[in-house]
Structures are given as structure tokens and as C-alpha cells.
């Protein structure tokens, strides 16, 4: 981001679209219909059901807890993120864009969605901490995450979105592959494209979901060597309950690492990295099919958000005296 407040435009700006005109520019777009059209739904779709879910997450009955409150911050992450990573990504497909076609909206956007990303690691990891501090050591948990305790340590992905944001490359969407790069001249001609690669290579980034796929499989690793010792009928119904929906989410983000890491570093055919993007888009989005089918208590929640469909049915009786009084008045006529 640093970048875009400070820009350069000549050759020598690592960013820079002076190498080609416009119109030469433009002629490299690769628009693709189906695709876009298949982001932008599927974001619609994670985002239109997130909406309820986090109204639910905001109601007291779920905030004092700890677990949704950090569910509740990563869901504001993971709904944003879509906005970006499907929404206008499906949108960037169906033009066709290239970095040097939309360059301030493409950095921008990459910034954000980058930062963004490594932001829900960094929370799912202590999401994964919380579930499995909380069924070890429920004493412990209460001293560490009670009340504005959370808010404390929620500060720490904040600072890391932060860093990402403005001390890091961001990944930038390009229609040659549907799919978001540190090199902002994938396949586009003219380049070298292995150098590229090593020169916009963002180690932060890599770093990042190694250590994203490491610390959530050694946490949820160790929690079940816990649970192969001790009794579970010890475990409440609830705390189980929090722990499968926290250990799907966190699962769906580490596989969405794997994949972004090998993608940026091995030669991979389109439909590979379409794959991959729709798996970080899915790692955002997912989510909430997992508060919604395996939380009982959100999905409760959001049901009586619902306007109800069944109308009042008001049964109407008479007295007996009130029946007599009818037949004399039919009699009479």
C-alpha cells in the first residue's frame, strides 16, 4: 500500500505500466464469462448468509463468550474478504482485466485482500488456541480470555493485518489464470517470467501459511492425543460442539495455504489455479454453512430472525347462549 501512496511511474517502478501503451494493454485481457459469473454468485451467496449469522453473533447471549467473539471478528474478515476475492474478482473475470487495464483499483484490492487473508490465519490459529484451551484447561481459558480479555488479544491479528497492509506486496488479480499473483505481469509477454516470479515473491506471505498449515495441524494434533487420554464424557455437549465448527473452519483455511503456496511457486495449469482460487474464496465464505448446520444455537438464532410465514390462526366460539339467540333470529325470519 505504501506503494500506491507514494507511486512512481517509470521504468523503474517495479509496478510500473510504461513498457506498453494502452491499447497494448488491453489487448492482453483474457474475459471469461462463466467464470465471473460463478464468483460473483458464490460470493453473493457466502455473504447474503453471513449477513444473519454475524447479527445473531452480535446478540449478547453469544458475544459474552469468548469463542464468538472471536468467530464474530473473523467473520467480519471472512465477509469483507469475499466482497473481494469473489465479488469483484467475478467482476475483474467478466472484463477480462489485467494489472496495467485497472491499476489502482487491482493494487488496491490486492492490498486489502491480502492483508485480509493473512489476518483470518492468524485468527483461526487463535480460535483453534481458545477451543482447545478452553476444553484442557477451562480454568486457564477464563483467566485468559474473560471479558475484554478477548478484545486484548484480538489486537494481535489487527497488528498483523496492519503489517501485511502496508510493509508487504499484495497478491493482484489477473485474467490470464482468474487468479490473484505477486507478479503483476503474469502472462503477459515481454517479461521474464521466472525472474519475475523470484522478484515478486513475497516471503511475509509464504511465511505466513507454512506456519498457518503448521501451528493449526500441531494444535488440533496435540488436542487429540488429549482427548485419546481422557474420558469424553467429561466434555460438554456445547464445548464439543464449538470445537468440531471452529476445527472445519480452521481446516478449510489451511487448505486454501497449501494451495496458494504451491501455486505461486509451481508451474500449474489454469484449472489448478481456478481451483485454488476458488479455495481461498471458499476458506472465507464456507464458514458459514458450518455456524448454520452445526450450531444448533445459531441456527435457532437466525430462524427467529426470520419473519414468520405461518399467519395467526384466531379460532372463534360461541356460547351457547349466543347460539340460541342465532336460531331464534333465523326462526323468526
Given amino acids: 500500500m505504501n506503494r500506491f501512496l507514494l ?19 488491453d489487448s492482453f485481457r483474457n474475459p471469461n464469462l462463466f ?4 464468483y460473483i454468485c458464490s460470493g453473493i451467496i457466502y455473504d447474503v448468509l453471513y449477513l444473519p449469522v454475524l447479527a445473531v453473533m452480535t446478540q449478547p447471549k453469544f458475544r459474552h463468550r469468548s469463542c464468538y467473539r472471536i468467530m464474530l471478528y473473523l467473520g467480519v474478515i471472512d465477509f469483507t474478504c469475499v466482497i473481494i476475492n469473489s465479488i ?30 493473512t489476518t483470518s490465519c492468524a485468527t483461526c ?13 477451562p480454568k486457564l481459558a477464563d483467566r ?13 491479528p489487527t497488528l498483523y493485518f496492519l503489517y501485511f ?14 487468479a490473484m499473483f505477486f507478479n503483476p505481469y503474469v502472462g503477459i509477454p515481454g517479461f521474464n517470467q521466472e525472474e519475475d516470479e523470484r522478484k515478486y515473491a513475497s516471503l511475509p506471505h509464504t511465511i505466513n501459511n507454512i506456519a498457518d498449515v503448521l501451528c493449526l495441524s500441531i494444535t488440533y494434533i496435540a488436542f487429540c492425543i488429549y482427548i485419546a487420554k481422557t474420558a ?46 476458488v479455495a481461498w474464496q471458499a476458506s472465507h465464505g ?20 426470520l419473519p414468520n410465514r405461518n399467519p395467526t390462526v384466531v379460532k372463534c366460539t360461541t356460547t351457547p347462549a349466543e347460539q340460541r339467540h342465532s336460531s331464534l333470529r333465523t326462526t323468526t325470519t
Avoid at 165 to 178: A, G, K, Q, R
Wanted: proline share 5%; net charge positive; with cysteine.
Fill in 232 to 277: 469424553s464424557a467429561n466434555i460438554s455437549s456445547p464445548t464439543r460442539q464449538t470445537f468440531v465448527q471452529a476445527s472445519v473452519i480452521c481446516s478449510i483455511n489451511a487448505i486454501a495455504a497449501v494451495i496458494y503456496v504451491i501455486m505461486q511457486f509451481v508451474p500449474t495449469p489454469t484449472t489448478l489455479i481456478v481451483i485454488g482460487q
Fill in 144 to 156: 485468559l480470555f474473560d471479558g475484554y480479555r478477548t478484545w486484548l488479544f484480538l489486537c494481535l
Fill in 165 to 178: 497492509l502496508w510493509f508487504t506486496p499484495p497478491l493482484l488479480f489477473s485474467s490470464n489464470h482468474y
Fill in 7 to 25: 507511486p512512481r511511474f517509470d521504468d523503474g517502478d517495479m509496478y510500473s505500466c510504461s513498457r506498453y501503451t494502452a491499447e497494448e494493454w
Fill in 35 to 38: 467464470i465471473g459469473l460463478f
Fill in 125 to 137: 490459529f487463535l480460535l483453534a488456541f481458545n477451543r482447545c484451551i478452553t476444553m484442557t484447561r
Fill in 88 to 117: 469483484i474478482s467475478g467482476y475483474f473475470s467478466i472484463v477480462g482485466s489485467v494489472y496495467c487495464t485497472r491499476p489502482m483499483l487491482t493494487y488496491i484490492a490486492g492490498c486489502i485482500s491480502t492483508a485480509l487473508w
Fill in 286 to 305: 464456507a464458514p458459514v454453512f458450518s455456524y448454520l448446520f452445526l450450531n444448533k444455537s445459531i441456527r435457532n438464532a437466525v430462524k427467529r430472525m
